[in-house]
């Protein structure tokens, strides 16, 4: 199957992490990705990882990889109100297609 | 400015009604897609092209159509709306075989269409 889950909601106070999680279920796939969106605008790319790491950190944000159990994570360290958004992952599937598999999307709260 | 634009950003239209969402890029990007997102469901994948005259279905192709024509235009059309097809629509480009700053197949988005039809 090519389903890519994520929880729909999260909230978290001003100042705390905050960790969106995504399962994803095709094992060949070589990039993974979080993309952010915010209110009213398109999806930008946040972070990215290749399937053969098991963590990368850029700033604030911590994206760990479990291949063996298909798990991806974002960790977003002193989250702030500007953190407020959908957050997606994305399998990278296939160089033939270049299909990208998204996720339902994370809707993070971020309150004061 | 590197981009992709999509026209109109809002639209409400009837049924029956064929309209076209325009999207363009001005990176020179072989790649191009549309997407719908609805709630709970994420994006999923309507109609792509890799390159010019070469379109393929995605996910969710039935009731819309698309053309490239040029490298840098993708249209969507829906010859016959109807309320099912309500939602927001992204158009997004990318370089093919090349890495970006953001690995390879980052995708760069539109800032979306919201279609309601009646």
């Known amino acids: 199957g090519e389903d890519v889950e994520q929880s729909l909601f999260l909230s978290v106070r001003e100042g705390d992490s905050s960790v969106i999680n995504c399962t994803y279920t095709?094992?060949?796939?070589?990039?993974l990705y979080w993309y952010k969106q915010e209110p009213g605008a398109g999806l930008q790319l946040l972070t990215y990882i290749f399937s053969n790491m098991d963590m990368k950190q850029d700033q604030r944000l911590t994206v760990l990889l479990n291949k063996k159990d298909k798990h991806l994570s974002l960790r977003i360290a002193d989250t702030q109100t500007g953190d407020s958004a959908i957050y997606f992952c994305?399998?990278?599937?296939?160089?033939?297609?270049?299909?990208?598999?998204f996720g339902t999307g994370t809707r993070l709260q971020v309150f004061p | 400015e590197a981009q992709v634009t999509q026209n109109p950003r809002y639209l409400i239209t009837v049924t029956g009604k064929k309209l076209t969402v325009t999207c363009s890029q001005n990176m020179n990007h072989e790649y191009m897609s549309w997407y719908r997102q609805d709630p709970g469901l994420g994006l999923r994948q309507i109609y792509y092209?890799?390159?010019?005259?070469?379109?393929d279905k995605g996910d969710v192709p039935e009731g819309y159509k698309v053309s490239r024509k040029e490298k840098r235009n993708f249209p969507l059309i829906l010859e016959s709306p109807s309320p099912n097809q309500t939602s927001l629509y992204f158009c997004?480009?990318?370089?093919?075989?090349?890495?970006?700053?953001?690995?390879?197949?980052?995708?760069?988005f539109g800032p979306g269409t919201r279609l309601t039809v009646l």
């Open positions: 092209s890799m390159n010019v005259e070469v379109t």
């Open positions: 997004a480009s990318s370089p093919r075989g090349r890495r970006t700053s953001g690995g390879y197949n980052e995708q760069f």
């Open positions: 095709d094992s060949s796939s070589t990039y």
């Open positions: 994305a399998e990278y599937q296939s160089y033939n297609t270049d299909k990208l598999i």
